[in-house]
């Protein structure tokens, strides 16, 4: 059984399909998917999911894209006090959308970090062109403590062994299966496989032969036959690694 690491179900492009949604997960041998909050205005409704459908869980943080929004680690700590909140993100940097001074993004990665530090879940990391920050800050607040995942990895492979230096976990999505991402398959070739998990990021970043349309997490499972493909395994032997990483990273009992 595959697990799709970190989905948004509760955007409008899912939220209103979400029994075929289901339908295809368990068609493709999909169990569990996380359902990742981007912003506390809608974490509840992330949080909701979660209590309602057993085979899901949440996160809660505020994505490095939106601008104007203070968050203290105390605010996430007490979000996070719920048994079905299993980590805190998605955080991190984006040099790509945003530009100018981007200080505001660096301290409120730090709180989110600081967060999962004193509530021990690990974080989801999100970063684009941003590496070298992110590495730095990940450093700086001790963020090995909490452990978490480099989410939708698209950076290089020193990248790749500098989070994994730190405990980290390395997440591929869809974007492993397009063709223009040559110089990702030889880092998801690389990285070993008890150190990654599988995710569709949907409902973007559909893989090949979905690429264009909305994704899912059913989806998850043409990431994990592409990994398995370059590592010359079994796609069983995908799901069973990714997600016994997925069980034991967000501290979920497996049923």
Known sequence: ??????????????????????????????ERALCVSVT????????????TYPHLHASVGVHPDYEGVAVTAAQLVALADHPRVVAIGETGL???????????????????????RECGK???????E????????????????????MHCFTESQDVAEAAMGMGFHISFSGIVTFKNAKALREVARRVPL???L???????????????????????????????????VTLE??????????????NIIQD
């Open 1 to 30: 059984m595959l697990v799709d690491s970190h989905c948004h179900l509760d955007f409008p492009e899912l939220a209103e399909q979400l029994g075929p949604v289901f339908e295809l997960m368990r068609a493709n041998d999909v």
């Open 122 to 128: 690990p974080l989801i990391v999100h970063t684009r």
């Open 94 to 116: 984006d040099y790509y959308r945003l530009k100018g001074d981007l200080e505001w993004q660096r301290e409120r990665f730090r709180a989110h970090i600081r967060a999962a």
């Open 198 to 232: 599988v995710e569709t990021d949907a409902p973007y970043l559909a893989p090949v032969p979905y690429r264009g349309k909305t994704n899912q997490p059913g989806y998850v499972r043409h990431v994990a036959e592409e990994i398995a493909r370059l590592k010359g």
């Open 130 to 149: 941003a590496a070298d920050d992110t590495l730095r800050i990940m450093r700086e607040e001790g963020a090995g403590e909490a452990g978490g995942v």
């Open 237 to 250: 032997q995908i799901a069973e690694k990714t997600t016994g990483n997925y069980y034991k990273l967000f």
């Open 194 to 196: 008890e150190k990654m």
């Open 40 to 51: 506390l205005e809608d974490f509840p409704r992330v949080r909701k999911l979660a209590e």
